[in-house]
């Protein structure tokens, strides 16, 4: 499985932004995808996911209400609304074989990252 992301940039306290990620390969239904960020001095901080089959999504309390993940045939999407300068770090997408996890090292593929700024 390969995994591209794509979709950062600039942008302005409250603003917004659409992540996209590519995937190629097989994905099963019991998969995870899951985006995740690092920040500087920081260590990679889960921000959400969705199972593949049931598109069941999950997220890190503190961009619950603004952030929307969402898939389609091959890609991953993660919508980011009312974005904050909090919200500044390099966002990467990843793919867990053995289903939910927050935990980094669980995930088995990696996009590239793609960066995210807000400024205030």
């Known amino acids: 499985v390969q995994l591209q992301a794509s979709g950062g940039g600039l942008v302005q306290a409250g603003g917004s932004l659409r992540l996209s990620c590519a995937t190629s390969g097989r994905i099963f239904s019991s998969h995870v995808m899951g985006w995740f960020r690092r920040s500087p001095g920081k260590e990679r901080e889960f921000v959400a996911a969705?199972?593949?089959?049931?598109?069941t999504t999950y997220y890190t309390d503190s961009v619950k209400g603004r952030f929307t993940i969402s898939r389609d045939s091959d890609e991953v999407y993660l919508q980011m609304n009312s974005l904050k300068p909090e919200d500044t770090a390099v966002y990467y997408c990843?793919?867990?074989?053995?289903?939910?996890?927050?935990?980094?090292?669980?995930?088995?593929?990696w996009g590239q990252g793609t960066q995210v700024t807000v400024s205030s």
């Open positions: 969705i199972r593949w089959g049931a598109r």
């Open positions: 990843a793919l867990n074989r053995e289903g939910l996890s927050r935990v980094a090292d669980s995930y088995d593929y």
